[in-house]
C-alpha cells in the first residue's frame, strides 16, 4: 500500500461490525501489511474500508 496515515477495516456485511483492522502509517513506497482474519463458516462478501487521510493505493492483495 501507499498512504498517508489511515486504518483499512474489514467486514463481512457493508454496516456489521468489522472483524478486523489494519493500521497504516504514512509512506511513499509500497508497503506490505497483513493481519489475521478469522471468518465464519459459509460465503460472505469482503468489504474493504479505508479511514484515514487522503486516499489509499492498494497494489496486491493476497489470501491465505
Given at each position: 500500500?501507499?498512504?498517508?496515515?489511515?486504518?483499512?477495516?474489514?467486514?463481512?456485511?457493508?454496516?456489521?461490525?468489522?472483524?478486523?483492522?489494519?493500521?497504516?502509517?504514512?509512506?511513499?513506497n509500497?508497503?506490505?501489511?497483513?493481519?489475521?482474519?478469522?471468518?465464519?463458516?459459509?460465503?460472505?462478501?469482503?468489504?474493504?474500508?479505508?479511514?484515514?487521510?487522503?486516499?489509499?493505493?492498494?497494489k496486491?492483495?493476497?489470501?491465505?
Amino acid at each position: 500500500y501507499k498512504t498517508p496515515n489511515g486504518m483499512l477495516i474489514i467486514k463481512i456485511a457493508e454496516n456489521g461490525e468489522k472483524i478486523a483492522e489494519i493500521d497504516l502509517s504514512s509512506t511513499e513506497n509500497w508497503t506490505k501489511a497483513d493481519t489475521f482474519v478469522q471468518i465464519p463458516n459459509g460465503t460472505y462478501p469482503l468489504y474493504l474500508i479505508y479511514e484515514g487521510e487522503g486516499a489509499i493505493e492498494i497494489k496486491e492483495i493476497y489470501f491465505k
